[in-house]
């Protein structure tokens, strides 16, 4: 009986001689999308089992004050989950997707694609205001990149399939196949072309059935639309526009002072500080705890009452005064809320608090309009709200717009949804250059975007390209020490030049010394020092291969130095970096 290697090794020939490249990454594509579907339906499913035991069963069963207890203990097990079980960085779900692409060739560790499985339901099950869909594509990508290395693709399939498995796990969270694909390109900057659209759409579509086989038709938000759109309602949608723009600019500016502030600490104080914190939160605000599903359902059908049904103070919410007061509390410490979540070491994603905080602020806003004896539609500017956020604070305004319009079953609202998507997104971008998603990995200049030249140029690792074969010669070497010991034994033209502790001093080039190479009264009375020069320009190790490129161009030589922390590591020619970079564009693109 064939050993289990073996019968791999003739699956993968027999696929070779079978089934074309072009057929195998279609098949690929719908089995991706499947197993997205899967992982992120058990995502939901243990997410709420545990809402409905721990929010819907003892804390209304018992007392109110288990909203700050249980926030706490989901944290702590997340914790220790991470420290002994898992022993690794899980990570935000997007933020290391796309690092996993820009820097790692698509290779993504495998333990990501039960990580998020594991602690993303208890961080949210137990309270934590933060959302599922980042841990859902995480999973989703580890599941893709997993399936590409199984078959031994090529790195533009691996990329691809990963775009099909984001495109799968929003697919089935929200049952809008469309708009996942259209997130896919977006967020991942995927070539929107021929070869990779129908595999989105395959991966798409087979993971929104998955989600159909298994949950039948209920969706995450249940909205049906009664009034249309109104050409003399315009200019309220153009002020909503400019709220959720800036309500964008606070969202992120917020979620970088709170992380940011939370980085001085060791991983157990934040633990201990943001867990108290959260919990607090979710003690005053209980419409904080969880995801906040509820929240958005309640105010798409105009029930406000029963959005803010948790809150247990003595509050009269007939008073329309004071339901708005609340839905912009609940709006302004969402991400609040969220980021400490996070800071605390919690598992889980912007895009669902983003939508809470949009619904919060876009009924926010129809209410106090129709106070002053307007009439709008309270449904229609809740889900505009969260257009306007999601294009802000996603930097994603075309998901925005056709997530809503497939939630809602038509178009009647699209006007509205291009105004203030695209108002949100121009001036959140005016003032936040790049999203949460996308911060760090811009400030590193390891960012994926739609320039295919400055992709792979990023995807280059300068250390594959270093090259050390040069003999390294001291300062105090005589002329004939350098030519007997370095010159004679090399076969290039250029010396470097380090002291003893091999610190990087300079360079010496050959065409300088051969003219005293044959006069021996030098060779005792000048030293290295004495002909040694400074390079045009030095690569520093952590420069990135745009920047290299743009000193070679500066520069004008044809060989650099590189340095790590003053020491010399190598030298880089101009003549593999391009020979490299032509390999890796060739390796992306066809």
């Keep these: 009986m064939p050993s289990s290697k073996e019968a791999y090794k003739k699956i993968l020939i027999w696929r070779y001689k079978h089934i074309s490249e072009r057929q195998f990454v279609y098949i690929l594509s719908v089995l991706v999308g499947f197993l997205a579907g899967i992982g992120t339906l058990i995502l939901k499913n243990l997410t709420f089992y545990f809402h409905r035991i721990l929010e819907d069963g003892l804390i209304k069963d018992y007392h109110h004050s288990l909203y700050f207890i249980f926030p706490i203990i989901g944290l702590f097990l997340v914790y220790y989950i991470k420290k002994y079980l898992i022993k690794k960085d899980i990570g935000h779900g997007i933020s290391t997707t796309l690092q996993s692409i820009s820097k790692k060739n698509g290779i993504i560790e495998r333990y990501k694609i039960y990580a998020s499985l594991i602690t993303a339901p208890i961080t949210v099950g137990f309270g934590g205001s933060v959302g599922l869909q980042g841990p859902a594509v995480s999973t989703g990508a580890a599941l893709g990149s997993g399936v590409a290395q199984l078959f031994h693709m090529n790195m533009r399939t691996r990329m691809l399939l990963i775009g099909c498995a984001t495109a799968g796990a929003m697919s089935s969270m929200f049952k809008a196949p469309i708009a996942a694909i259209i997130f896919a390109v977006e967020i991942f900057s995927l070539d929107l072309a021929f070869a990779s659209l129908v595999p989105l759409l395959l991966a798409s579509v087979s993971a929104v059935i998955t989600s159909y086989f298994f949950l039948g038709k209920d969706v995450l938000f249940s909205v049906q639309l009664q009034d249309a759109f109104e050409i003399n309602d315009l200019i309220f949608y153009i002020a909503l526009a400019i709220f959720t723009g800036f309500s964008s600019v606070y969202f992120s500016k917020i979620y970088f002072k709170i992380i940011n502030f939370f980085k001085k600490h060791n991983p157990f104080k934040r633990l201990v500080f943001g867990g ?25 059908s105009e029930n406000a009452s029963a959005a803010l049904k948790s809150i247990h103070y003595n509050i009269d919410f007939d008073n329309v005064w004071m339901v708005i007061i609340f839905l912009l509390i609940i709006g302004i410490f969402k991400v609040i809320a969220m980021t400490t979540t996070f800071a605390a070491g919690g598992v889980g994603g912007i895009f669902i608090p983003t939508l809470v905080m949009g619904s919060s602020l876009g009924n926010v806003m129809a209410k106090i309009i129709n106070q002053f004896g307007f009439d709008v539609s309270e449904t229609n500017f809740t889900l505009i709200g969260m257009t306007g956020l999601m294009a802000g604070v996603l930097h994603a305004p075309l998901t925005a717009i056709f997530l809503i319009a497939e939630i809602t079953g038509g178009y009647d609202l699209f006007v509205p949804l291009m105004l203030v998507s695209a108002v949100s997104y121009a001036i959140t971008k005016y003032f936040v250059s790049n999203s949460i998603y996308t911060i ?39 002329l004939g020490e ?74 004008g030589a044809w060989n650099l130095p590189v340095v790590k922390n003053g020491v010399y590591v190598g030298f880089i020619s101009k003549s593999k970096l391009l020979s490299v970079y032509r390999n890796k564009l060739i390796e992306v693109t066809v």
């Excluded at 005792?524 to 161009?553: L, N, Q, R, S």
């Design 276 to 300: 108290i914190a959260i919990g607090i939160m979710l003690f005053l605000i209980p419409p904080l705890f969880g995801e906040g599903y509820g929240i958005i359902n309640n105010l798409l």
């Design 440 to 478: 760090e990995l811009a400030e590193r200049g390891e960012l994926i975007t739609h320039n295919k030249d400055k992709n792979v140029m990023m995807m280059m690792k300068i250390s594959k390209i270093i090259e050390k074969n040069f003999i390294k010669t001291h300062p105090d070497m005589t």
């Design 482 to 555: 350098m030519l007997k010991q370095a010159v004679s034994k090399s076969k290039r033209n250029i010396f470097p030049v380090v002291d003893s502790d091999n610190k990087f001093r300079g360079i010496v080039l050959l065409d300088d010394i051969r003219p005293m190479m044959f006069n021996q009264e030098l060779y005792e009375t000048t030293t290295v020092k004495d002909i040694m020069k400074i390079p045009p320009a030095i690569i520093f190790y952590d420069d990135g291969t745009e920047k290299v490129m743009h000193k070679f161009k500066e520069s």
